[in-house]
Structures are given as structure tokens and as C-alpha cells.
């Protein structure tokens, strides 16, 4: 079992969590993941390390609720216990020879994106972070990109906070003013990240993506996560979840990521109807 230490609500979708696991948080690094189950009986999801204290053994989780197990995780309160919590699982963000990083997050994704900026920074490169959100609303850790970046751009699409337009837009202006990067890292929705690969591709600056897709054991057993890279078939548990994003086919990801949006969406109401029975 292992306990929560804390719980921060970040905005009305997404919840940030404190796991005492101290065995992952003395070896996890930026860009890994854990798998985790909230009770014995529940399904396995993965959600990447946000962050890792080794000294007390916390490690960082933030999720946002979109199906029955996020559901369930957030009805969890600080002292509480989940089941199950494995990791670190993936490969660490490779930072060698990075001496400047555009890093682009959206939505929750920027949850996976920050600790790769403060990865970055804490080895001494340049960061310049661009997180874009719908709306002022769902903002996220701006503070913390702020304490991590050179530069901070925030942007929301309907123009409510900061500047309006999605992460492509200033990208680009960077771009064409002369700005240039050692490497560009995007995390976030599927359509985010293929137009930002999109968007880079003219100016020949190497785009690494970090793929999420449907994943259940995390080791390479189920074949869940398959994507397929050039024309290989990869697994995001075991080969990711960084990839070159100019070798992604986002196509094929986006329609596998939709296979089971019915049946998460019956299984939420599920789990949304037995907690208000409970409270009545």
C-alpha cells in the first residue's frame, strides 16, 4: 500500500498527488513513468513522475480525470492508500549535449513537460518554455515554469489569459526571427504535438515527442502501446516515451487513441453514480 501524502486540486480537471514510494523516487528521472492501480481490483494506468523528493520519498503524480480509475484516484484524500505503484518504467528524457531547449507543453501535458524543463535548467542549459491551455480556466503551473525558464510563454486558445492563439504560433515567430534550438521536446494532445513537429520541420531543428498512448503491463508484454515509428513498430512502455517526432505516424496514434472512448466514458458514469449514491 503506499500513501498519499498530499493532494492539490490545480484546476477543476486535474489533481496533483504526493505518493510516498521512496524506492522509485530514489531512481526515477525526468521523463519516466509508474503504473499504478488504486485498489487490488482496478485497472493499471500510467502517469509520468512530475517530480521526486528522494529525501522523503515522494514522488509526484498529477492526472487529470477523464475516465473511471482517475475518477476513483481523485476521490482519494492526503492519508489515504492506493494498491499498487511500480516504477520508474520508460526511458529518462536524454539531455547529452543540450546546451538549448524549446520545450512545448499543452494542457495536462505540461505536467510531463515541466520536470524536463527543470532537468534542463538544473544541468545549465537555456530553456525557453511555451505551455498553451483552452482557456485561463485549466492554467496550470506557471509558477513553476516561470522558477525553470529563461523565457515563459503562456497561451490560451480563446485569448482569456496571456496571449491568445495555440503553442504553434510563437514557436513559429521564434523560428523565423533566427531563434535556434538544439532541440525542440513537445508533450501534450496528439494534435499539439504533430503540428508542432509540423511546425519545426522546415527548419531542420531535431523534435522529440513523448508518447502516451493506451498502455497496460508498461513492460512490452501486452503490446498496448505500439506505434509505429518510420516504418517499425516501437513500444512507448519500452522504447519511449520520447521518439523522434519527425518519425511518428499521428494519424495511426490518434484513431488507437480513440478505440475505447465509449467505454471509458460508460465506466466514468459508472463510477460518478456510485459515488453520489454514497454521499446521499
Do not use: H, W
Not at 494506468?45 to 509526484?60: E, Y
Amino acid at each position: 500500500m503506499y500513501k498519499i501524502l498530499s493532494k492539490k486540486i490545480l484546476n477543476p480537471t486535474v489533481t496533483q498527488m504526493e505518493i510516498e514510494a521512496p524506492l522509485v523516487a530514489k531512481k526515477a528521472k525526468a521523463g519516466q513513468f509508474i503504473i499504478l492501480r488504486v485498489n487490488e481490483n482496478g485497472e493499471r494506468i500510467p502517469l509520468t513522475v512530475a517530480g521526486v523528493n528522494a529525501n522523503t520519498g515522494a514522488v509526484k503524480i498529477i492526472f487529470q480525470i477523464v475516465g473511471a480509475t482517475t475518477g476513483l484516484l481523485n476521490l482519494k484524500n492526503e492519508g489515504e492508500y492506493i494498491s499498487d505503484f511500480v516504477g520508474p518504467l520508460g526511458n529518462p528524457t536524454k539531455t547529452e549535449g543540450i546546451k538549448k531547449v524549446c520545450i512545448v507543453g499543452g494542457g495536462v501535458g505540461c505536467a510531463i513537460a515541466l520536470p524536463v524543463a527543470e532537468e534542463f535548467k538544473k544541468l545549465g542549459a537555456e530553456v525557453i518554455s511555451i505551455i498553451g491551455f483552452r482557456n485561463k480556466d485549466l492554467l496550470i503551473l506557471e509558477d513553476e515554469f516561470k522558477a525553470c525558464s529563461d523565457r515563459l510563454i503562456v497561451m490560451t486558445d480563446d485569448g482569456s489569459y496571456a496571449r491568445g492563439g495555440n503553442v504553434t504560433v510563437p514557436l513559429k515567430e521564434l523560428l523565423e526571427s533566427g531563434e535556434r534550438f538544439d532541440e525542440i521536446i513537445t508533450i501534450g494532445p496528439l494534435i499539439m504535438m504533430k503540428y508542432v513537429v509540423l511546425t519545426a520541420k522546415p527548419y531542420n531543428v531535431p523534435c522529440t515527442v513523448s508518447m502516451n498512448p493506451i498502455m497496460i503491463d508498461g513492460t512490452g508484454m501486452c503490446g498496448g502501446c505500439r506505434l509505429t515509428v518510420g516504418n517499425e513498430t516501437k513500444f512507448a512502455c519500452v522504447d519511449g516515451p520520447d521518439f523522434d517526432g519527425y518519425l511518428i505516424d499521428f494519424d495511426g496514434a490518434m484513431k488507437r487513441a480513440k478505440t475505447y472512448s465509449d467505454f471509458e466514458k460508460g465506466r466514468r458514469e459508472e463510477v460518478c453514480n456510485l459515488f453520489n449514491k454514497e454521499i446521499k
